[in-house]
């Protein structure tokens, strides 16, 4: 089972974690959050369009202009970025036949399937952007609030 990101979720989820790291700095530029975060300038303006159209992030044009998070970085879910960038997280094929996963023809694991499948959309619903730059800060070995080192995350 891979349970990794795909390009455009794990783009989506860097933009979001540099927008968390540097929340309260002011508003963020593309060309800062594509060079910071490793993700291609000429796709970070989509990315970014659909935080905006999910109310996650916020933009102003303009000289002074840029990215922003609405929320605290504790108050956005990891699950919520991801399913910004990739739709609703979780299989709707039938492990045992599959086919389209349906209650009325469930297979004999569909019940535990199910389960853990809310399991770990809980713990991604759980982890906010808070834990996810703090987290991220600890791996890179600053401890100073105000530095703001190389994102940890694997390229």
Do not use: N
């Not at 959309?121 to 703001?148: K, M, N, Q, W």
């Amino acid at each position: 089972m891979d349970l990794t990101l795909g390009k455009r979720a794990d783009y989506t989820v860097r933009a979001v974690l540099d927008l968390a790291r540097h929340h309260g700095l002011g508003r963020r530029k593309t060309a800062d959050i594509a060079q910071e975060m490793q993700i291609p300038l000429s796709y970070l303006p989509q990315l970014l369009a659909e935080l905006v159209r999910a109310g996650v992030v916020r933009s102003l044009a303009g000289r002074h202009g840029g990215y922003e998070l609405v929320r605290e970085p504790g108050e956005g879910s990891l699950l919520e970025v991801i399913e910004v960038a990739d739709g609703t997280l979780g299989s709707t094929e039938c492990v045992l036949r599959g086919g389209p996963c349906r209650w009325e023809q469930g297979c004999a694991i569909h019940t535990p399937w199910a389960r853990a499948q809310e399991a770990f959309r809980d713990s991604l619903r759980a982890a906010t952007f808070a834990e996810v730059a703090a987290i991220d800060a600890a791996l890179s070995g600053s401890h100073d609030a105000g530095a703001l080192p190389p994102p940890a995350m694997p390229r």
